[in-house]
C-alpha cells in the first residue's frame, strides 16, 4: 500500500520562505505532486517530480530525494493569498494518485 | 471548456437513502477519479477508471458503485447512505498520457446524511 506523511500545520509571516516537507512509503513509485486547496475548494496541480532534484515554477519548488523517498515543496516570497492547504501525492502504479493527509498553511502580516 | 462539473453542490440525505452523485468533464479524458475528504483525513479515493468501461476500486469503496459507459460521465452511486459518508465529495480527470499526472478537479458535492 502507500502511505505519506506531511506536518499538519505550518506557520509564516508574509516575505518569508516555508518548505513543507513529505515522505512516502510505496510500491512501484512513479513520482511525487503536490497539490494546493483553499478554503475547501477544488484542488489545484502545483508540480510533480519523478526524478531526484528541484523543479522550479515561480515562487513555488519542488525537490525530490528518491533514494530517500522525501520530497518537499518549497515556498518563497510568501503572500497573504498562499494560506491554503497543501498535499503532496503518489500514483498508485502509475494510475490513481494517492493523497497525503494535507498541511495547513497560515501566513500572517 | 466547462472543465470537470458536478451535481449537485449540495445535498442532504437521511441514513438509507442511494443517490447518484453526477460528474462529467468535457477535455476528452481517459482517466476520472473520485474522492472524499473528511477533515484532517485529505483525499481519500474511493473509485478510479482508465476508461469507458473500466474502473477499480481504490482506498475507500465500501457502500460506493461506479459505472464508466462513457468517456464524459463518471457517476458516483451511495447504495444506502450512511452518516459516516457526510463528506465532501470530488471528481477528477486527466489525460492518461499526462507526463506530470495532473489532475483537474471539479469544485465538489457536500453531502450530508442524517
Known amino acids: 500500500g502507500q502511505s505519506l506523511e506531511q506536518p499538519s500545520e505550518v506557520t509564516a509571516v508574509e516575505g518569508a520562505i516555508v518548505q513543507i516537507n513529505c515522505t512516502y512509503q510505496t510500491s512501484g513509485f512513479y513520482g511525487l505532486s503536490w497539490y494546493q486547496q483553499h478554503d475547501g475548494g477544488a484542488p489545484t496541480f502545483l508540480s510533480y517530480n519523478a526524478l531526484d532534484g528541484l523543479e522550479e515554477t515561480g515562487r513555488f519548488s519542488s525537490f525530490l530525494s528518491r533514494s530517500d523517498s522525501y520530497g518537499y515543496l518549497l515556498l518563497q516570497e510568501l503572500q497573504m493569498k498562499d494560506s491554503a492547504s497543501y498535499f503532496c501525492a503518489v500514483n498508485q502504479a502509475g494510475t490513481a494518485l494517492i493523497f497525503g493527509k494535507g498541511t495547513t498553511l497560515s501566513v500572517s502580516s | 471548456n466547462a472543465g470537470v462539473t458536478q451535481t449537485p453542490k449540495f445535498q442532504v440525505l437521511k441514513t438509507g437513502q442511494s443517490m447518484t452523485l453526477q460528474c462529467a468533464q468535457d477535455m476528452n479524458h481517459e482517466y476520472m477519479s473520485w474522492y472524499r475528504q473528511d477533515p484532517g483525513m485529505g483525499l481519500r479515493l474511493i473509485h478510479y477508471s482508465v476508461g469507458a468501461g473500466i474502473t477499480d476500486q481504490g482506498e475507500v469503496p465500501n457502500g460506493y458503485n461506479v459505472s464508466r459507459s462513457t468517456t464524459e460521465d463518471f457517476p458516483l452511486r451511495l447504495l444506502s447512505a450512511a452518516p459516516s459518508q457526510t463528506s465532501v465529495y470530488f471528481c477528477?480527470?486527466?489525460?492518461?498520457?499526462?507526463?506530470?499526472?495532473?489532475?483537474?478537479f471539479g469544485p465538489g458535492t457536500r453531502l450530508t446524511v442524517t
Open positions: 477528477a480527470s486527466r489525460p492518461l498520457d499526462s507526463r506530470a499526472y495532473e489532475q483537474y
